[in-house]
């Protein structure tokens, strides 16, 4: 038999790969003579990077650049020489975890990503996906154009960095020094679906994760909206509207703006890197997994990229997760999944399962193998 494993991170317990070691012993333990190919995934959080390279696409490439508050740090990059492609992860140097103690989206900036943008380009990248996931800004990608090349200007007419609170200073802003990125095609790895200003927007929705007050809330949002204006004089468009324009504080929207970037779902991409559907051939089950199974799976997270394509191709499919909620049995069902499993089944609170997450996914696992091999799914 042939199996493939496609899960995501268990976030806050195991990693994909993790997740990957467990299944793969728990299902030699119940079956012989198996084909097992493990793919842990991402869909363009943190760790995006970690599972590429994981998989044998590209080299990670050290830089030297500058974290959310400037200071300098050892960033990195995946490089990819036969597709001249660069894959760059926001968080790596912009995101929430590093500076989790002293969150301030007002003060923060994209800048070095920009810098591993920048690299990426310099070592012959014709083609640049950023992921977007966990980021500690909200500035609208300002920073990494910044780095790239672009000017802004206050309204005193001098140069500066802006970041999330001072947006709204920005007076002018030349975009000529991002005319050497014209042929380098961008697109962004994104999971969210919000909106770069207004009530269900970037600031809004996601500021106060990263430590926004409801007045910094709103600072943040009128500067989006400022930038927006620009926008629409520079380029003719109106960025403020579009899907996914929200991602890590207006970045999806400021790439898409500044660099011509697309924005598609992240688990896409990874799928279409990986060439998914190929790997599907002759496979009897996949077996995918998150740490909360609930109806935002079905939003272009990594179940619903996977699910898409085994539905597609007729292949069985068993979802593992920590916790289910919220999800129907029509919902099931229409998305082609065969099997649901919980290893938290009584979603019992985070901190009393998560020392013991590890146990909990090899005893589920080890069910949901004795239940494939006596034909119950």
Excluded at 49 to 69: A, M, P, T, Y
Excluded at 119 to 138: E, F, H, P, W, Y
Excluded at 146 to 169: M, R, T
Excluded at 254 to 276: M, N, P, Q, T, Y
């Amino acid at each position: 038999m042939k199996f493939l494993f496609v899960p995501d991170s268990f976030k806050g317990t195991l990693s994909s790969n993790e997740v990957c070691d467990v299944l793969e012993r728990c299902a030699r333990r119940n079956f012989d003579d198996l084909v097992i190919e493990r793919i842990p995934v991402a869909d363009g959080g943190e760790g995006t990077v970690d599972v590429f390279l994981s998989l044998g696409l590209g080299e990670k490439i050290k830089v030297r650049s500058h974290n959310s508050f400037m200071e300098e740090k050892e960033g990195y990059y995946l490089f990819d020489k036969e597709s001249k492609t660069a894959i760059v992860e926001l968080a790596v140097v912009a995101g929430l975890p590093e500076v989790y103690d002293r969150r301030d989206p007002t003060s923060t900036t994209t800048y070095g990503v920009g810098e591993l943008i920048k690299d990426g380009v310099k070592r012959g990248a014709k083609k640049v996906i950023v992921a977007l996931g966990g980021s500690s800004t909200n500035d609208g990608g300002v920073g990494l154009a910044c780095a790239l090349g672009a000017k802004f200007f206050d309204f005193d007419g001098y140069e500066f960095l802006p970041v999330g609170g001072s947006l709204s200073d920005i007076a002018d802003i030349d975009v000529s020094g991002l005319e050497y990125l014209k042929d380098v095609e961008f697109s962004v790895m994104c999971d969210v679906d919000t909106v770069l200003t207004g009530d269900r927007s970037a600031s809004a929705v996601y500021g106060p994760q990263k430590g926004a007050s409801e007045a910094d809330v709103l600072l943040l949002d009128k500067g989006l909206s400022r930038l927006s204006e620009l926008w629409k004089d520079i380029y003719k468009r109106d960025f403020s509207t579009l899907k996914g324009g929200g991602a890590a504080g207006g970045a999806g929207a400021g790439i898409s703006a500044f660099l011509g970037g697309k924005l598609e779902s992240g688990i896409e991409i990874v799928l279409r890197l990986l060439d998914f559907e190929k790997k599907l051939q002759g496979c009897d089950c996949v077996f995918t997994g998150e740490g909360k199974f609930d109806e935002q799976s079905f939003m272009g997270k990594v179940i619903n990229g996977v699910s898409s394509k085994t539905k597609e191709k007729g292949v069985k499919l068993v979802v593992i997760a920590g916790v289910v909620k919220g999800v129907s049995k029509a919902d099931i069902e229409s998305a082609g999944i065969s099997a649901v499993y919980a290893t938290n089944p009584n979603n019992l609170p985070f901190e009393e399962v998560r020392g013991r997450a590890r146990e909990d996914l090899e005893k589920t696992a080890d069910k949901v193998f004795q239940d494939l091999k006596n034909n119950i799914i």
